[in-house]
């Protein structure tokens, strides 16, 4: 299986500053015959299901806002949140489905400092 | 609009059975790969299945933890996930979310289903 860890596992973050969570697999995502890294991000918010935001690495779902983007290729992965809102206090997860099972990070909580 | 109801979940003793169902709604599920994906409290996501379209084969797969205890099923002139759990354990405990898989990932939830497993 492929293993996703994030980091940091927390991190508390001003209004308006950025916020940066990374993650790296234990193998490369990237699928050669397409080439796209098959590896999304999803925000879970307080007592929801978690939500979709990123996903082939750097595409943002429909209606995600464009504070939110994501980078890397192969097994390095970075969310970026480019100015905090209040409504970002989230846990973030990121994901591969490159290979089954697919697999999550352990996520990591963003709050406001 | 996509809509995922999950029930079925609730208080089971260790070694008991339970049945989940996932109503599906606002898109063409018989075209849908659906996914069972939990949440143990206080934790993170684990993917516990997958099950594909019938023009796919319906393949199924499962995660290795719930592997011969647990069985996906659909019914499509429903449009109903289903998630049959036997010889429960406690570290089954979890809020149980029905999700679509698309190539990009896991685009839509519900809002999941609490299953308890305790003496």
């Known amino acids: 299986d492929i293993v996703m860890t994030q980091s940091p596992d927390s991190l508390a973050v001003s209004l308006g500053e950025r916020a940066t969570i990374n993650c790296k697999s234990s193998?490369?995502?990237?699928?050669?015959?397409?080439?796209?890294?098959?590896l999304a991000w999803y925000q879970q918010k307080s007592g929801q299901p978690p939500k979709l935001l990123i996903y082939?690495?750097?595409t943002r779902e429909f209606g995600v806002p464009d504070r939110f983007s994501g980078s890397g290729s192969g097994t390095d992965f970075t969310l970026t949140i480019s100015s905090l809102q209040a409504e970002d206090v989230a846990v973030y997860y990121c994901q591969q489905d490159y290979s089954t099972p697919p697999t999550f990070g352990q996520g990591t909580k963003v709050e406001i400092k | 609009e996509v809509q995922l109801v999950e029930s079925g979940g609730g208080l089971v003793k260790p070694g008991g059975s339970l049945r989940l169902s996932c109503a599906a709604s606002g898109f063409s599920f018989g075209d849908a790969w659906m996914s069972w994906v939990r949440q143990a409290p206080g934790k993170g996501l684990e993917w516990v299945g997958r099950i594909k379209s019938r023009l796919e084969g319906e393949t199924i797969r499962y995660a290795a933890p719930v592997k011969d205890r647990f069985t996906i099923s659909r019914d499509d002139s429903r449009n109903t996930l289903y998630l049959e759990m036997d010889s429960l354990k406690t570290e089954d405990t979890a809020v149980y979310f029905c999700?679509?898989?698309?190539?990009?990932?896991?685009?839509?939830w519900g809002q999941g289903t609490l299953v308890t497993v305790s003496s």
């Open positions: 999700t679509t898989e698309a190539p990009q990932g896991f685009d839509h």
């Open positions: 082939w690495a750097s």
């Open positions: 193998q490369s995502v990237l699928y050669s015959s397409d080439n796209k890294n098959y």
